[in-house]
């Protein structure tokens, strides 16, 4: 019997707040034994739990319908705007089974909107609070708040945090787009007199800090504004609404000056207790102001809100002169410090973040930002004893923090986007289990509600970085909500002409800074095929197609003699810290927009959209191999570059652009550059995640291993025996930013080659099996959480004897490569369910479905 586990309603477990009209259902499915598949479901909807049943389901009742789909189901009932919704869903195989536990869903104001509600601020000389008080004269049985405050709102009602959420709402761009947030505050609210507050601070939406991306001088930039409905419904039936207008009052707080690359000051001796509670006296307050509205489209928040994760205690605090000390939190993140210091009133404590130390201090430099302040927050004591404080409007990437002032106690704050794993990784070889630890962590750091390419210099949305770095993102942890709103912000953030510029959002920078760089925008159709190969999610591709065609008509128009121009290329190889090796840049730029054009024809292809985008790609193809491939050499080469470049040759192996025939020379002319700079790498971002499995597919998976567990310099390995925990920007010991993942992808082919396990299509639909990357490691197991269930995959290798074990989840089929010399030498448990195998180049192959399989081989070299 099959039984629905893990409902969701639009990637989310019990999400307030849906923005959408036809939300979309998910389950995962299960069943015991082998082979088990889906082959109905029913789905009923209600407005109370007790309602669920056929007879009773006053809402919606899909009936039965006949498929294996689990994920993807489209309500198709009434909706209606702030209205709670229960369901829960039946399965069939051979019969019904048992109604899946109720769950539930509840819209956000869908097109009812803000209505009475006004955008409020006002002039003040700090970080403004605005108040509200009202009356609560009844039983509450349901309230809601719905705000958006810019650039980040620190909600309070009745004195608490009306959530856990920080820097909310999301970034994104603000002239297009502008999220509110919905919470559940029921609990918060009391019998008569009540509260309702903000602070609020600048962000990206508000930044004064002048830069070289012009975020100071974005087309949306503005002072802090607030938007608010508060609805209040009680048990009689009345509704009441507080909502933001000129009846809220205004002050300046005692946050002085926010800044995401400056920091924050904070004047405690200007705070105000009690100013989000009922009595206090507001009455020297201004009244608020309505201002304008920013012009994009409010729209109900759906990824995860970024939130303190974890509280951490310094593992060292030396002084390291008088009046000067330096906390080591024993490693490197995104987040910021918690003060607790007894001082004098007037006193000001300086935290000064960073990822290095030198001559005694903590180095907090960026030659992007003006001014000599970077990532230093500042707290100027009240002097009433032991006083607690941490920023509320900015993050710093760090791992030392350098206090002056007076001596103080301080925690680190982590901090990042609240995504929840997907994937668990072990290993015999333990430099394998760093890797993946350090790639975890780094991209972690990197997530605040947009994938960021340093939480320490730049903040910003790269795309180059998640390009290189998706397939590793998206096997780590469950993205299916953060990256649906990047991909909004792309769509969000292109110009009228097609184009996209190199950061998400954008303040306008990127259009002509650094620009055209092929092998950055071209992360838009290659993340939409990512997000259907994980998450099956065709609702996404359909409503970016029009996006993405004139994106590509963009990149097409540009095309020059059957090639692409970049300007960006492999970006930071070893030994060259500003920028690509010199090398004709229109091979890359080409390769990139070949793939672009693959995938979007793949896309075209499952949404019923006609294209010629395969035929384009081979156009490009031939222009490629014409300029760069020495046929005779069996290699890729520019003219400007004299040394032999391995992401010249790895990419175009990758990619399928090498002609078959000359795909065997040229996978051999790699292998043998590796070997010849003493099993070192010589690729930068664009080839580094291409290079191991490239060299595995060909048959050189020892070449691969050796260059993975290389300990000198260019190496992860030279990283980790430099104190390393995350990924670096660059292989040099002095790299700018320690937090930085677009060189660690190593962990790919960790996850694919060295442990097994790949994703090939349509939400693990079909799973491939085949650890090809055996050398120098004896046993490796992962286990991923997809959007069908657990698939899990471990093996251990003793003499020639290897034992592997896979778990199947329903609706998955499993291609399983069991490494033997014959097929005669692999046992498979249980046999009369595995089916008649098959043998290939090493490899005994079983195709399984649902099912926990294992198989021993006598014969694994």
Request: proline fraction near 5%.
């Amino acid at each position: 019997m099959l039984i629905p586990r893990s409902l969701k309603t639009e990637y989310a477990v019990r999400p307030l707040g849906v923005d959408v009209s036809r939300p979309r259902f998910s389950w995962v499915a299960e069943a015991p034994g082998y082979g088990a598949v889906q082959a109905a479901y029913q789905v009923l909807v209600a407005s109370a739990p007790e309602l669920l049943t056929p007879e009773r389901a006053d809402v919606w009742d899909s009936g039965t319908v006949e498929s294996a789909r689990t994920f993807g189901i489209a309500y198709d009932g009434p909706i209606t705007a702030r209205t709670h919704y229960y369901w829960t869903v039946r399965l069939s195989d051979e019969q019904p089974g048992e109604w899946a536990a109720p769950e539930w869903f509840e819209t956000g104001l869908l097109d009812e909107g803000f209505e009475t509600a006004r955008w409020i601020g006002g002039t003040t000389d700090s970080a403004p609070l605005l108040r509200r008080g009202f009356a609560v004269d009844g039983t509450v049985r349901r309230a809601r708040l719905y705000a958006s405050g810019l650039g980040y709102a620190d909600l309070r009602l009745n004195g608490q945090a009306v959530s856990d959420a920080v820097l909310d709402p999301g970034f994104t761009a603000y002239d297009r787009t502008v999220l509110y947030v919905t919470h559940d505050v029921t609990d918060l609210l009391q019998a008569g007199d009540n509260v309702v507050g903000a602070e609020l601070g600048r962000g990206f939406f508000g930044l004064t800090s002048v830069n070289v991306w012009r975020w100071h001088d974005a087309p949306w930039t503005a002072d802090p504004r607030l938007i608010a409905r508060l609805v209040i419904e009680y048990d009689d039936g009345r509704v009441d609404e507080v909502v933001s207008d000129e009846t809220w009052r205004l002050t300046g707080g005692p946050t002085l000056s926010d800044s995401l690359y400056v920091g924050e000051t904070y004047d405690a001796r200007r705070a105000l207790p009690g100013w989000d509670a009922a009595g206090f006296d507001d009455s020297s307050w201004a009244p608020a102001s309505v201002v304008e509205a920013p012009r994009g489209t409010l729209r109900a928040q759906a990824h995860e809100p970024i939130r303190v994760i974890e509280t951490v205690d310094p593992v060292e605090v030396t002084e390291v002169r008088p009046g000067v000390w330096i906390a080591d939190f024993g490693r490197t993140v995104a987040g910021w410090t918690r003060l607790t210091v007894t001082a004098e009133a007037g006193t000001t404590i300086g935290l000064t973040h960073g990822e290095t130390v030198a001559d005694g201090n903590v180095v907090a430099q960026n030659r992007h930002v003006e001014g000599d302040r970077i990532q230093r927050d500042e707290y100027i004591a009240a002097g009433t004893g032991a006083e607690t404080w941490e920023p509320r409007f900015s993050y710093k990437g760090f791992r030392y923090v350098q206090i002056e002032g007076a001596q103080a106690d301080v925690q680190l704050r982590v901090v990042h986007s609240d995504v929840a794993s997907a994937t668990t990784f072990a290993s015999s070889q333990r430099p394998y289990e760093q890797f993946e630890r350090a790639m975890r962590r780094t991209i972690l750091g990197n997530l605040h509600g947009i994938p960021t390419d340093t939480p320490f210099y730049e903040k910003n949305g790269w795309t180059g970085d998640a390009q290189v770095g998706a397939p590793t993102m998206l096997a780590a942890l469950d993205l299916a909500r953060f990256f649906t709103k990047w991909l909004g912000d792309i769509r969000d953030s292109q110009a009228e002409s097609g184009q996209l510029p190199v950061i998400v959002p954008t303040s306008g920078w990127g259009f002509t800074d650094l620009s055209p760089a092929t092998e950055w925008p071209t992360v838009y159709p290659f993340l939409l095929r990512e997000m259907y190969r994980w998450y099956g999610d065709d609702r996404l591709l359909r409503e970016h197609w029009d996006s993405l065609t004139r994106y590509l008509a963009w990149e097409l128009d540009r095309v020059e003699d059957g090639l692409s121009v970049s300007v960006l290329g492999d970006w930071l190889p070893p030994g060259y810290g500003d920028g690509p090796a010199p090398e004709d840049r229109r091979l890359t730029g080409t390769a990139y927009l070949y793939r672009a054009l693959v995938v979007a024809a793949e896309i075209g292809e499952v949404i019923g959209q006609a294209n010629e985008y395969r035929k384009a790609a081979g156009e490009l193809a031939d222009g490629l191999n014409r300029a760069f491939l020495d046929r005779d050499a069996g290699r890729y080469r520019s003219a400007e570059d004299p040394d032999y470049r391995q992401t010249s040759n790895a990419v175009p192996l990758a990619f399928g652009i090498v002609p078959e025939d000359l795909a065997p020379k040229v996978a051999a002319g790699l292998a043998a550059d590796v070997r010849a700079r003493g099993f070192h790498l010589n690729t930068g971002c664009l080839g580094v995640g291409v290079l191991l499995p490239v060299l595995t597919k060909y048959g050189y998976g020892d070449v691969a291993t050796k260059v993975a567990l290389q300990r000198s310099y260019p190496s992860w390995g030279y990283w980790i025996d430099l104190g390393a925990d995350t990924m670096w920007e660059m292989w040099e010991d002095d790299s700018r930013s320690r937090n930085h993942y677009f060189q660690g992808t190593v962990v790919q082919w960790i996850f694919e080659n060295v442990a097994g396990l790949r994703v090939i299509d349509a939400g693990a639909e079909r799973i491939v099996v085949r650890p090809d990357a055996r050398a120098e490691v004896d046993s490796a197991s992962i286990r991923t959480e997809t959007i069908r269930g657990r698939v899990a995959v471990s093996w251990k290798k003793t003499g020639r004897v290897l034992s592997l074990d896979v778990q199947v989840p329903v609706g998955t089929t499993a291609e399983v490569y069991v490494p033997s010399a014959r097929a005669a030498d692999v046992e498979a448990v249980p046999r009369s369910f595995a089916g008649s195998p098959s043998y290939d180049n090493g490899y005994t192959v079983y195709t399984v479905g649902a099912g926990q399989w294992s198989f021993t081989s006598r014969s694994a070299s």
